[in-house]
């Protein structure tokens, strides 16, 4: 099993509607929680990341984190086409990991107009 | 600043051949790492880098090896490519700035590569 887990999708959603992607992690030493986008045949960018619980905005993005349940989310309100992506969870430990990533499967989403 | 190039952007190979992918950064970073990324799979670890000189294996180092003599490139090696090699290859670099071990909100974050789609055959 997967230390951190996401559900591949794909979600295909209509423009302007709120999108819920979710992952889910098992190791208790991560501290931070990133979601990175990756456009297609791109590398992927950092979007946003969450130290500890808690809640994260910026903009339509927002970002939650219940470690307690070990439960990441990244919410998209009004969603645009120009969103349409994939969006990777990643996971660290932070500390002396030397930065080390734990990525999930990624999501894959589309914005139609 | 070019940030993270990787070339080549695509290459083809035969069962067994050799070959070498390069990352160059220009942001004086001490880490870098070799990333892979095959559907369904998300990004996984190969090698990564704390300094020049330096290498460590990651999560699936098989098959692979790595070299860091200048900081700012770190070249993925593949001595005899089989079918399974068959992925996109990522590069990334970051700063060694932490928080230490105490922790802290803030995150330096991995800048990525555009990637190299590579086929064996």
């Known amino acids: 099993q997967k230390e951190v887990e996401q559900d591949p999708g794909p979600l295909s959603v209509p423009e302007g509607a709120i999108v819920s992607l979710n992952c889910t992690y098992s190791?208790?030493?991560?501290?931070?929680f990133m979601w990175y986008r990756q456009y297609s045949r791109k590398g992927p960018e950092l979007l946003m990341y969450?130290?500890?619980?808690g809640n994260k905005e910026d903009g339509r993005f927002t970002a939650q984190v219940d470690k307690s349940s070990k439960y990441i989310s990244l919410f998209i309100r009004d969603s645009q086409p120009s969103d349409s992506a994939t969006y990777l969870c990643?996971?660290?430990?932070?500390?002396?990991?030397?930065?080390?990533?734990?990525f999930g499967q990624g999501t894959i989403l589309t914005v139609h107009p | 600043n070019a940030g993270v190039t990787q070339t080549p952007k695509f290459r083809v190979l035969k069962t067994g051949q050799s070959m070498t992918l390069l990352c160059a950064q220009d942001?004086?970073?001490?880490?870098m790492y070799w990333y892979r990324q095959d559907p369904g799979m998300g990004l996984r670890l190969i090698h990564y880098?704390?300094?020049?000189?330096?290498?460590a294996k990651g999560e699936v180092p098989d098959g692979y090896n790595v070299s860091r003599l200048k900081k700012q490139n770190f070249l993925l090696g593949l001595e005899s490519a089989a079918p399974s090699q068959t992925s996109v290859y990522f590069c990334?670099?970051?700063?060694?700035?932490?928080?230490?071990?105490?922790?802290?909100?803030?995150?330096?974050?991995?800048?990525f590569g555009p990637g190299t789609r590579l086929t064996v055959l």
């Open positions: 990643a996971c660290s430990p932070g500390g002396t990991s030397y930065g080390k990533l734990t």
């Open positions: 990334a670099s970051r700063t060694d700035r932490d928080p230490g071990l105490a922790g802290g909100p803030i995150y330096n974050e991995q800048f």
């Open positions: 880098s704390v300094g020049e000189g330096t290498t």
């Open positions: 969450t130290y500890s619980s």
């Open positions: 190791n208790s030493a991560f501290q931070y």
């Open positions: 942001m004086n970073h001490e880490y």
